[in-house]
């Protein structure tokens, strides 16, 4: 189910509706999550027996390392939950390309080889409770926290539908204390909820679908020739402040719902196009991505301490998967390696000029902070592009002053880029140092009417179809 | 992901909640906003929009979807003239059966009718519409509509299915829910802003003047169907439409000659493919070729002409025709636009097919 839907609408009321007239919690947090298997249902109903798969693994593989004290033995025990987890994500999302690849592989060692395609439906967010729950399991065997005790509670914290599909991914240290207490919203934070929900949907359908999709659409398309640079350019920035609309709205969304149903979830996004420098981009853009990749992974690897070599080999390492679960084609690896370039190079330059008093002057921050934001729009060429050879199409195109190329967006089009990316940088820099909340709680009254009452409005004349969110892909 | 692991705070999951009093500004936030939907309702009425379903791909896919409950059933495909010019309660009356209503506007009706070819069980009947510059289109936009249309059929969720009908509860009440005309990309659509001179666009699209019911009976508005100053824009509009579009490589005449042909021949290929499988199953399969009038029947005998084009889908698939100029009973409707015919006409031009489809029916060819 998407938020962006009228079922969506009905299915909220519905469960706030019961969420309000229980008392009983149990009954609450078991109405929760059957509320949550239809919500995943409503998408492709045979999918949710891969949810079902995931809970029970975990909870059993949880269970027997509490309890196993040998270390072989709970390696064992690890290695059944990652080879379950991994193995359906792996299947699903990587099957395909695997195969792909395969083949190419024989056919260039000149061994002839054809397989018939698989044609396997991705289901929708496998990456997102997969880490989700691979995160619990982990935590167990690190011996950071305990297995829940509840399994209604475990089985809600794996399938919560604000953030099931798309995020944010939440620990498990986090989401299960909130079930050990009757979670109920006042009438503020239920208000502070829906402007949340409006202000995530109005990213998603007015910003992200109404105004940046078909620009960045008309440039990714384009495969006759060379594109002039202005539209290139604007094609890229088109995506950029899409891709955040889409998904900082989905999470935006993910969060406003669970506040108005009492429950707390993690930001995922911290005004990531003021971030002045890549490794401060990371801080900001899927925090909780981020951070999942940094403790499950990074750390692991060794992190920063063995030495700046192996600390760059391990960025590298970390960027290149993080690429990967983004989806299984080596543009999104290409992303990866070269944000892992990114932060490999930003990292010996931090040694090198980090005391650099300029750096830290107000020019220089922007100008850093202008940087970072070009080098990002640079990585989103091979996130958004379907292949190398549109990749490269557009990447060229953006660096072709000739005068050259195809006129591909119309003036209207390029006012709306313009404004929106202009105003969206303005938040982002306006919100540099501070959260939204904070910023809302000085804005008079009659402000915050004014805004939400134009989102709102927004909304209603976009009349947007359900466009399914970027990120419901991966 | 940050290079150092020292400075790197994990997110907060503590959830601040801004001083307001957020209930009452919710309140106030939605009077606001209805008062102002109301408001905008009222004058999208005051301009004479009707409330009117929108022709969505879920409403294509809740008449596409009946084909498997009864693969028997007689279908209508092709663009919008088909949607607009034949009147399913009329062939119901006359032929007994309620056809299904699958063309969609800007359209060639070949993938749907490769879609129902390659069905396990259709055996009903096809009336395929027939607008030789969309029917041969190789690719881009009419090609695209369809393959979109039986792409979003194959994947309806159930989420998107009940949207559809939560969907057509709003729309049969609020005249501004028009996704032809009043969204907010449409209303910045007619501030006309001029475009760069060597831009290259796709021409305009007409504006909204059809409406659809929920069995997708098409029909053109009262107002289009009066309005001259709208029509003239229309036709304007089909102008650009119906013309040819450069050549992207540049040839000669014959070679070029050559290139139409052989893609013309492929067209051919595969639809005779296509009737021979519904035929197989003991389906069958008649092409219309509804009215069209003024400069653009012009355009289209010039650039489509009946002998290279309509001419050679019937001797290729051996199907029946029913060309609108070889009857006389079906020739002098008046198209306002040029390209489709009124509400009432439509229910007149189908009258008169009847007794051409009872024929076909009478010789088993229908």
Redesign the interface.
């Given at each position: 189910?998407?938020f962006n839907?009228?079922?969506?609408?009905?299915f909220f009321l519905a469960i706030i509706s019961l969420h309000y007239t229980i008392r009983s919690w149990q009954t609450q947090k078991t109405i929760l999550l059957v509320a949550s298997y239809v919500f995943y249902?409503?998408?492709?109903?045979p999918f949710v027996i891969l949810l079902w798969i995931s809970t029970l693994v975990d909870w059993y593989v949880a269970k027997a390392l509490e309890s196993e004290e040998k270390d072989s033995q709970r390696r064992v025990l690890l290695s059944v939950s990652l080879f379950v987890n991994l193995g359906l994500l792996g299947f699903f999302k990587y099957g395909e390309f695997l195969l792909e690849n395969f083949i190419a592989a024989l056919n260039l060692l000149g061994i002839e080889f054809q397989a018939a395609t698989p044609n396997i439906i991705l289901p929708v967010g496998i990456s997102f409770y997969t880490f989700q729950t691979l995160s619990y399991t982990l935590d167990i065997y690190f011996r950071k926290s305990k297995p829940c005790k509840s399994f209604l509670d475990f089985a809600l914290y794996v399938t919560f539908f604000p953030q099931l599909v798309a995020g944010p991914i939440v620990r498990a240290t986090?989401f299960l204390p909130q079930c050990e207490e009757p979670r109920r919203a006042n009438?503020?934070?239920?208000?502070?909820g829906?402007?949340f929900i409006t202000l995530g949907l109005f990213q998603k359908v007015?910003l992200a679908d109404?105004m940046l999709s078909s620009a960045s659409d008309t440039i990714f398309g384009h495969s006759?020739g060379s594109i002039f640079v202005l539209d290139a350019w604007l094609g890229v920035l088109a995506f950029s402040a899409q891709i955040f609309c889409d998904f900082a709205g989905y999470s935006t969304c993910a969060?406003g719902v669970a506040?108005c149903l009492g429950f707390?979830?993690?930001?995922n996004f911290r005004s990531p196009y003021a971030a002045i420098g890549l490794?401060d981009f990371?801080?900001r853009w899927h925090?909780?991505l981020?951070?999942w990749?940094?403790d499950y992974l990074?750390?692991p690897l060794g992190?920063?301490r063995r030495g700046i070599f192996r600390?760059l080999i391990n960025?590298m390492v970390?960027?290149l998967l993080?690429g990967l679960w983004h989806g299984a084609s080596w543009t999104f690896v290409a992303w990866g390696a070269l944000?892992?370039s990114y932060?490999?190079g930003?990292?010996l330059l931090?040694q090198k000029f980090g005391d650099c008093g300029w750096v830290k002057t107000t020019l220089g921050r922007f100008s850093l902070g202008m940087l970072t934001f070009i080098l990002v729009c640079l990585g989103w060429v091979f996130f958004r592009a379907k292949d190398f050879t549109s990749a490269s199409l557009v990447m060229g195109s953006l660096f072709s002053f000739s005068g050259d190329g195809?006129?591909?967006?119309?003036?209207?089009e390029i006012?709306?880029v313009i404004i929106v990316v202009i105003g969206l940088l303005s938040a982002h820099w306006y919100l540099h140092e501070k959260?939204l909340?904070?910023a809302?709680?000085n804005f008079p009254?009659w402000f915050?009417?004014a805004i939400?009452?134009s989102m709102?409005?927004?909304l209603?004349?976009?009349?947007?179809?359900?466009n399914a969110f970027i990120y419901f892909q991966f | 992901m940050p290079s150092s692991t020292s400075s790197f705070n994990t997110y907060e999951l503590k959830r601040i909640i801004p001083r307001h009093h957020w209930s009452v500004l919710a309140l106030i936030t939605l009077l606001l906003t209805a008062f102002l939907t109301f408001s905008w309702e009222f004058y999208c009425r005051s301009l004479g929009y009707a409330p009117t379903l929108n022709d969505t791909k879920d409403l294509w896919a809740s008449r596409r979807i009946l084909i498997e409950e009864d693969p028997s059933r007689t279908v209508l495909i092709g663009a919008s003239r088909m949607l607009f010019d034949f009147d399913m309660d009329v062939y119901e009356k006359e032929m007994g059966q309620r056809p299904l209503q699958l063309a969609t506007v800007g359209t060639n009706p070949g993938p749907y009718l490769e879609d129902l070819a390659n069905h396990p069980k259709f055996s009903g009947v096809v009336i395929v519409g027939v607008v030789p510059g969309l029917f041969f289109a190789p690719g881009g936009p009419p090609m695209k509509s369809p393959l979109d249309h039986l792409k979003y059929f194959q994947d309806w969720s159930p989420s998107q299915k009940m949207g559809h009908h939560l969907g057509m509860l709003l729309e049969r009440r609020f005249a501004f829910i028009n996704q032809e005309d009043l969204t907010l990309n449409q209303l910045l659509l007619s501030l006309k802003i001029p475009n760069r001179k060597k831009a290259k666009f796709h021409p305009e699209l007409p504006p909204y003047f059809y409406t659809v019911d929920k069995e997708r009976q098409g029909g053109m508005t009262s107002i289009a169907a009066k309005d001259t100053k709208l029509q003239k824009r229309i036709q304007q509009i089909w102008i650009p439409l119906f013309t040819p579009p450069p050549d992207k490589v540049k040839m000669s005449p014959s070679e070029k000659k050559t290139q139409i042909e052989k893609m013309t021949n492929m067209v051919l290929e595969k639809t005779k493919k296509n009737v021979d499988k519904i035929t197989a199953r003991g389906g069958k399969v008649v092409f219309v070729r509804f009215p069209s009038t003024g400069k653009l029947r012009e355009m289209e005998n010039k650039y489509t002409p009946r002998v290279d084009f309509w001419d050679r889908i019937i001797a290729t698939t051996k199907a029946p025709g029913i060309h609108f100029e070889d009857y006389v009973q079906l020739s002098g409707f008046d198209c306002p636009e040029w390209s489709h015919l009124s509400k009432e006409d439509s229910t007149e031009f189908t009258s008169r097919l009847m007794p051409i489809f009872k024929k076909l029916r009478q010789e088993d060819k229908l």
């Open positions: 189910m998407l839907s009228l079922t969506f609408v009905l249902a409503a998408l492709n109903p986090d009438k503020d934070q239920f208000g502070w829906l402007y007015v109404g006759d969060i506040l707390a979830l993690p930001d490794s990371w801080r925090m909780t981020s951070t990749l940094r990074y750390i992190g920063n600390t960025l970390t960027m993080g944000h892992g932060l490999v930003e990292h931090r195809a006129q591909l967006l119309p003036t209207l006012i709306q959260r909340e904070h809302m709680q009254a915050v009417v939400w009452t709102l409005f927004g209603i004349l976009m009349q947007g179809g359900a | -």
